[in-house]
Every structure is written in C-alpha cells, then in structure tokens.
C-alpha cells in the first residue's frame, strides 16, 4: 500500500478527483487529498501532506486555482506549489485535453489563461505527463503511472540483506539468549542452527520493512525490539504481512500458489523467531506454513522437532511421516531428485528418534538402516 497525494483544481475537476481517488482505494492504496475551500491557512497543510506521501498524482485541466497571498512571492497556485513541492518524489500528471464546461475554465481570461499554459509547459518539460479527454483515458493512465513509479519506487528502496552485520548481530543476540536459559531449553541450541536461513531471513526482512520512507510506527518498533533482544514485535508484524498474503488468495489475477507460498515463507519465520522463547506459538506457526505448503517436507519436520519438545510422540511420529510422504511424492515425480532422496533419508532418521524414545529399539534400528541405506 502506497500513501498517494492527488493534487488538482477542485471547481472543474470534482469527477475526475473522485474517479483516481476511488481507483486508487480499490488498488490498495490510500489517497491523500488536503485541498478545501480556498483559504490561506490551507497552503502549508497541503504542501506538508505532499511531504508525507510516497507518490504524487497530478490531475490537470484548464483553471488555474487559488493562489494564497502569504509566502508566495511567484503568486503560484496552491497546486503548482504541490507539484514543485513533490519534486524528488515519484510523480504521475494527467493532463486534460478536452474542455467539458468552458465557464468553469479560465480560458476566457488572457492572465488566468498564461498562468495555466505556463504550469502545463512546466509539467511537460519536467514529466512525461499522460494526455485524457473521457474518464476512460484517465483511469488508463492513472493505473499505467501509478503502477510504473511504485515499481521504481520499490526498486530503489532500502534493503537488508540475510548476511548484514545487524542481522547476524541480531542472531548472535537471540542466540546467546537460547544458551542462557536453563538445561532443558538449551537443547534448542540445535534448532536455532537447523533454523538459522529463516531466522535470517525474518530479521532482514523486519529490519527492511523498518528502513523503508513510509516505514509504520509497528515496523520501526519491530526492528528496535529486535536489535534488543525481544521478537515478539517483529513476529506481529510478520503475521500482519502472513494475513494480508492469506487474504489475496482467491482473488482476481492472483497466483494462489505464489500467495500460498509467500504466507508460508512469512509463517516460518514466525516459527524461527519463536521458537527460542516460545514452543507452542512457533509450533502453531509452522503449523500453518504446512497448511499453506503441505508438500514442504521440511515444515513437517520443524513441526514434529517442536512436538518432540513439547513430549508430543505420537503427534512427531505423524509429522515426520508426513514429512517422508512429501519427500515420496516428489521421488515419485522424478526418482533423481537427490534432494528428495536426503529429504527421505532424514525422515527415516527422525522417526528412528521417535521409536528410541518410545522404548521401540528394533523398530528404530529398522528406521536408521533405511535412512543409511538412502543416504
């Protein structure tokens, strides 16, 4: 979601204003329009709204509009002074060709009419501005700017890498946190290092989400949190991002797999952010990343593992057998996939462990020599 500031003249282009605004609600976003009634106490909240926007949408006819009187040397229109003051920012201008109502354009004022042919002459030397005369033409250039600037915008903006310091700082922190505990959490020292790309993976992406120009109040919170110590801000805020993922699933031109895997992608790093602190709430992450991607054998290893932990037997015997039924379609698939072939192995090892742990030692010698046998 983007925060748009949609700038034009009001008297001659109410339905126009009316038709970006509600385009750009159905696509996400959220419009930002502070203009009123002419006033001179509108001009500095509208050129502060400007500064708080991620992108600028430029709405032009044939009227000039206001110009305020106070700290206006060049007597600029409330809107040429929106449009310099996005400058350095993604800008999108849409300008009208045709003139649906002549009295309420200013092309019967020779003054009025040079001041708006110098502002549309500057828009065009500063812009490719897209031309319209039906609203048609205007939704159509509005989607193809908008959706072209944000795609630069998400271009160029900041990024964590999983291998940045303050990521493996960070880790290093949850870390020594694990080894602090008493002897029966430090047996998740183990899992912490079986865990450590997603673990990576959802500190840089918190840590991204924090450094961004919109950034939110809980992104920036998360990251500080996180840089302390403390992952449960981090963790709501990947939940957040999981929910809004679930909710496009279904939806016109979606990709559910792609949606599926994403959700499942940001419920795992829950889990890796979890399950140094709490068992329970990472076992129902990962729960649900299997609901997403019930052929990710790997989840259902991370599952049973947790169970494991938490004295579940039976329900980590039926994880990892879960997790060896994946790994079989896939060799079903193609018999050369190695690492399905791993994948099996490791399964027949893990329930191996299950059956040690059940008093089983027959079944779980039979259990090792399979997973040897593969490996």
């Not at 500063?126 to 939704?139: M, S, Y």
């Not at 991002?241 to 496009?248: C, F, K, M, S, Y």
């Not at 039924?325 to 027949?348: F, K, P, W």
Request: charge should be negative; hydrophobic fraction near 40%.
């Amino acid at each position: 979601m983007a925060k748009v500031y949609v700038s034009s003249t009001v008297a001659d282009l109410t339905s126009e204003r009316q038709a970006v605004t509600d385009w750009l609600v159905a696509a996400g976003h959220q419009p930002v329009h502070s203009y009123r009634p002419n006033s001179e106490t509108v001009r500095e909240s509208c050129l502060d709204d400007v500064d708080g926007c991620d992108l600028y949408v430029l709405i032009l006819g044939h009227r000039y509009g206001f110009q305020p009187e106070d700290n206006n040397p060049e007597k600029l229109s409330i809107t040429q002074l929106e449009f310099r003051r996005a400058n350095g920012k993604p800008r999108v201008a849409l300008l009208r060709t045709s003139i649906p109502d002549i009295g309420l354009s200013d092309v019967a004022n020779p003054d009025r009419l040079r001041l708006i042919q110098s502002f549309r002459e500057e828009v065009q030397r500063e812009l490719r501005p897209a031309e319209f005369n039906d609203a048609q033409g205007l939704i159509q250039a509005l989607s193809t700017g908008v959706q072209s600037e944000l795609q630069k915008l998400h271009r160029s903006a900041p990024t964590v890498s999983a291998d940045d310091p303050a990521v493996l700082g960070i880790i290093a922190t949850l870390t020594r946190q694990i080894d602090s505990r008493d002897a029966e959490n430090a047996a998740l020292r183990s899992r912490v290092s079986e865990l450590e790309d997603q673990l990576s993976a959802a500190i840089a992406r918190t840590l991204t989400a924090a450094a961004q120009p919109d950034a939110s109040p809980a992104a920036v919170a998360a990251a500080a949190a996180l840089e302390a110590g403390d992952t449960g801000p981090a963790e709501e805020l990947l939940r957040t991002r999981e929910d809004e993922e679930v909710a496009q699933i279904g939806t016109p031109d979606t990709d559910d797999a792609q949606q599926r895997r994403q959700a499942a992608e940001l419920a795992r790093e829950q889990g890796a952010l979890a399950v140094g602190h709490d068992v329970r709430t990472a076992l129902q992450a990962y729960q649900r990343a299997a609901e997403y991607e019930p052929d990710d054998t790997w989840t259902h290893f991370f599952i049973g593992d947790l169970q494991m932990r938490l004295g579940s037997l039976v329900a980590a015997m039926q994880s990892y057998r879960q997790g060896a039924a994946a790994a079989e379609r896939r060799l079903q698939a193609n018999a050369d996939d190695l690492v399905a072939q791993r994948d099996l192995s490791v399964s027949h090892n893990k329930i191996g462990d299950v059956l040690v742990a059940q008093g089983d030692g027959p079944g779980a010698l039979a259990a090792y020599r399979k997973g040897l046998a593969i490996a």
